[in-house]
T-cell receptor, first 111, second 117 residues
Framework: NAGVTQTPKFRVLKTGQSMTLLCAQD?????MYWYRQDPGMGLRLIHY???????AKGEVPDGYNVSRLKKQNFLLGLESAAPSQTSVYFC??????????FGPGTRLTVT | ELKVEQNPLFLSMQEGKNYTIYCNYS?????LYWYRQDPGKSLESLFV?????AVKQEGRLMASLDTKARLSTLHITAAVHDLSATYFC?????????????????FGAGTQVVVTP
């Protein structure tokens, strides 16, 4: 039981490049989340999903897209990376107990 | 718009003394969560509070929820160095309409705790 995993762990992009972050959970959870964490700003919700095939915008969705084609996976895409997207990205999932389980994070730098 | 405010944002603790972190939120919700984050690490769930008056304790930490006051507190008893970390509260945004659903989380900015001898 791996819990929540994220790939990659680190990535450096140049401005304008695209990439996809993958989040996978093996707990059969319905809810999944993508957050970004910046110094002094806590965690901000980018997008979330309440079930397979559904997604919704969070607090800071601009510049990101998501997809939840399979229940266990939640993908976060950056179509054209900008330096302002340099951050640590966390994925989380939640089941019926309401507790959120977080992945280890992806440290992204955009130059 | 759901807002979550924590205070203080930084707390320097002396070992052996008691302290409290406060978490205020702006909208109706009876689901509140506390997390701990060590530097460079992910978040670890500490407490899940699901009703008014809920109180949970684990070791030197105790969390409570007052949904009428829209306030949760995290009380630290006899602080020790191992409790140095950043503590976050988060609130589950209640649905505003039938089309909405539970699921939208809002985190506080975090309280950085440093415990010194």
């Amino acid at each position: 039981n791996a819990g929540v995993t994220q790939t990659p762990k680190f990535r450096v992009l140049k401005t304008g490049q695209s990439m996809t972050l993958l989040c996978a959970q093996d707990m059969n959870h319905e809810y999944m989340y993508w957050y970004r964490q910046d110094p002094g700003m806590g965690l901000r919700l980018i997008h979330y999903s309440v079930g397979e095939g559904t997604t919704a915008k969070g607090e800071v969705p601009d510049g990101y897209n998501v997809s939840r084609l399979k229940k266990q996976n939640f993908l976060l895409g950056l179509e054209s990376a900008a330096p302002s997207q340099t951050s640590v990205y966390f994925c989380a999932s939640r089941g019926e107990t309401y507790e959120q389980y977080f992945g280890p994070g992806t440290r992204l730098t955009v130059t | 718009e759901l807002k979550v405010e924590q205070n203080p944002l930084f707390l320097s603790m002396q070992e052996g003394k008691n302290y409290t972190i406060y978490c205020n939120y702006s909208t109706t919700s009876d689901r509140l969560y506390w997390y701990r984050q060590d530097p460079g690490k992910s978040l670890e769930s500490l407490f899940v509070l699901l009703s008014n008056g809920a109180v949970k304790q684990e070791g030197r930490l105790m969390a409570s929820l007052d949904t009428k006051a829209r306030l949760s507190t995290l009380h630290i008893t006899a602080a020790v160095h191992d409790l140095s970390a950043t503590y976050f509260c988060a609130v589950d945004g209640a649905p505003r309409s039938i089309a909405d659903s539970w699921g939208k989380f809002q985190f506080g900015a975090g309280t950085q705790v440093v415990v010194t001898p």
